[in-house]
T-cell receptor, first 114, second 116 residues
């Protein structure tokens, strides 16, 4: 499974863009990058995913470098409610190849300050 | 639309007691998962199911059993609880995309279990 490396914590001012980096230098050609977040005491929530191209949805944008070895999640106008742990995940197959699994690391704690 | 519902939300057990955690989803999803999360850690996969009547082991299956008798329900059992099983348990479900390109899992709110 491709490992991911994220900073332990980051701060961002309310209203500013939050840029969360993720390194996945061992990613293989057909593996997707997924981002989830977990607000304190809640279950994780899907944000966005991508393979090669940049992606945008109503929550965030995902920028993947051309060599696919790293990516950045962008929250364009962070609010206090965006304070959460953000997980960068490379999706891999479970043993036997019959299913895919998501491996959650420790993620980045993003704190949005007023 | 409730999504993924876990019961109970909290539970305290004594060592050796048994219990069952229930996960129910109303999205007609094929896949269901049980994870545990320990303080300061990410989620670890315990067991999963790819459809009604099927179960498979995940990363940390020891001490747990599961059943998927109905498509909408996925039960996690602890036959003889141990203090090491004190954790927050999350259930998730996802649809079968067919192409294997999407893996959007929808999570429940969690069950906080303490084993004394």
């Amino acid at each position: 499974d491709a490992k991911t490396t994220q900073p332990t914590s980051m701060d961002c001012a309310e209203g500013r863009a939050a840029n969360l980096p993720c390194n996945h230098s061992t990613i293989s050609g057909n593996e997707y990058v997924y981002w989830y977040r977990q607000i304190h005491s809640q279950g994780p929530q899907y944000i966005i995913h991508g393979l090669k191209n940049n992606e945008t949805n109503e929550m965030a944008s995902l920028i993947i470098t051309e060599d696919r070895k790293s990516s950045t999640l962008i929250l364009p106008h962070a609010t206090l409610r965006d304070t959460a742990v953000y997980y960068c995940i490379v999706r891999a197959r479970t043993s036997g190849g019959s299913n895919y699994k998501l491996t959650f690391g420790k993620g980045t704690l993003l704190t949005v300050n007023p | 639309n409730a999504g993924v519902t876990q019961t109970p939300k909290f539970r305290v057990l004594k060592t050796g007691q048994s219990m069952t955690l229930l996960c129910a989803q109303d999205m007609n999803h094929e896949y269901m998962y049980w994870y545990r999360q320990d303080p300061g850690m990410g989620l670890r996969l315990i067991h999963y199911s790819v459809g009604e009547g099927t179960t498979a082991k995940g990363e940390v299956p020891d001490g747990y059993n599961v059943s998927r008798l109905k498509k909408q329900n996925f039960l996690l059992g602890l036959e003889s609880a141990a203090p090491s099983q004190t954790s927050v348990y999350f259930c998730a479900s996802r649809n079968s995309s067919g192409t294997g390109k999407k893996d959007i899992q929808y999570f429940g709110a969690g069950t906080r279990l303490s084993v004394l």
